[in-house]
Nanobody, 123 residues
């Protein structure tokens, strides 16, 4: 059973940066695509970025393109989401997820999820 734990969330001012980490245990992430999602109360979970196994490709939602960068370090069994130029509308609970399939941004395609980490962008 793959277990995922997110970390790195917190409170940041508009224009600031945060780096989220997604650390896996129980299995290696090497053959998994990793996705990052976010959700605010009353709204559906939104796929914002994903990266294929072997760093063979990445997707970004238009809302974060040019500001967020996804990466992975399979030696550390960890995925990352570098978030720059943060805006108040980026405030949400951020989740990582993984699956052994081509990467994509649809939550329903992912099998294993972390518990989420809160990101709040406010002055």
């Amino acid at each position: 059973q793959l277990q995922l734990v997110e970390s790195g969330g917190g409170l940041v001012q508009p224009g600031g940066s945060l780096r989220l980490s997604c650390t896996a245990s129980g299995q290696t992430l090497e053959h998994h695509a990793i996705g990052w999602f976010r959700q605010v109360p009353g709204k559906e979970r939104e796929g914002i970025s994903s990266i294929a196994s072997g760093n063979s490709g990445a997707y970004y939602a238009d809302s974060v393109k040019g500001r967020f960068t996804i990466s992975r370090d399979d030696a550390k069994n960890t995925g990352y989401l570098q978030m720059n130029s943060l805006k108040p509308e980026d405030t949400a609970v951020y989740y990582c997820a993984a699956h052994q399939a081509p990467n994509g941004l649809l939550p329903r395609d992912y099998d294993d999820w972390g518990q989420g980490t809160q990101v709040t962008v406010a002055s």
